[in-house]
């Protein structure tokens, strides 16, 4: 099963508005990772949190992580038409040598002008 | 800068065919290097991941195999194809613990 989930699966705002996303996830983690891909497209980092992090900024980008709630959320600010996307949540336990990345089904964000 | 490539990106094959994907990363010695699988509007499922030159380790029992011939370079294989290997296969590599992942523009299969 997977270990992150997002919620909601669908998110659908104007420009300008602020666009959140949250991630829960089930067993401890060495760090938690957001991506963006756009349609038919690989996927982008965006930011990384690490289990001792309890928030990140990155532009318009903010992360938190509530690793006692197992929870985490990403927060756009201002959004804009180009933001249109699938979010994705990735926790990370490193283990044998490389870090095991499960994913969530991510968030579909339509950002409309 | 590093960069990876993938290819194809789109490919379409009859049932029972073989299957050959290649991914090469430039710019960065001894990566770890995975193969993801995306079903349409779904999250990514690990596949094969690689941490050195034919090492080589699975996550799920399937239809498909993994090569890494070069230190750079990750090959998904298959001898024939089901039509349950329908999906979006996406090539990553990262530098160690605590680094993200960077993931080639993928490759659209579709098994007719």
């Known amino acids: 099963s997977q270990q992150g989930e997002e919620d909601p699966q669908a998110l659908s705002i104007q420009e300008g508005e602020n666009a959140t996303m949250n991630c829960s996830y089930k067993t401890s983690i060495n760090n938690l990772q957001w991506y963006r891909q756009n349609s038919g497209r690989g996927l982008v980092h965006l930011i990384l949190?690490?289990?001792?992090?309890r928030e990140k900024h990155s532009g318009r980008l903010r992360v938190t992580l509530d690793t006692s709630k197992k929870s985490s959320s990403l927060l756009i600010t201002a959004s804009r038409a180009a933001d249109t996307a699938s979010y994705f949540c990735?926790?990370?336990?490193?283990?044998?040598?490389?870090?095991?990345?499960?994913f969530g089904a991510g968030t579909r964000l339509a950002v409309h002008p | 800068s590093q960069t990876i490539h993938q290819w194809p990106a789109t490919l379409v094959q009859p049932v029972g065919s073989p299957l050959s994907l290649e991914c090469t990363v430039e710019?960065?010695?001894?990566?770890?290097l995975y193969w993801y699988r995306q079903a349409a509007g779904r999250g990514l499922q690990l596949l094969f991941y690689s941490v050195g030159i034919g090492q080589i380790s699975s996550e799920v029992p399937q239809n498909l195999s993994a090569s890494r011939p070069q230190d750079r370079q990750f090959i998904l294989s298959s001898k024939k194809l089901l039509l349950s290997d329908s999906g979006f296969y996406l090539c990553?590599?990262?530098?160690?613990?605590?680094?993200?992942?960077?993931f080639g523009n993928g490759t659209r299969l579709t098994v007719t």
């Open positions: 949190i690490r289990s001792n992090e």
């Open positions: 710019g960065t010695s001894n990566p770890n």
């Open positions: 990735a926790t990370a336990r490193f283990s044998g040598g490389y870090n095991k990345l499960i």
């Open positions: 990553a590599w990262e530098g160690g613990s605590n680094s993200p992942l960077h």
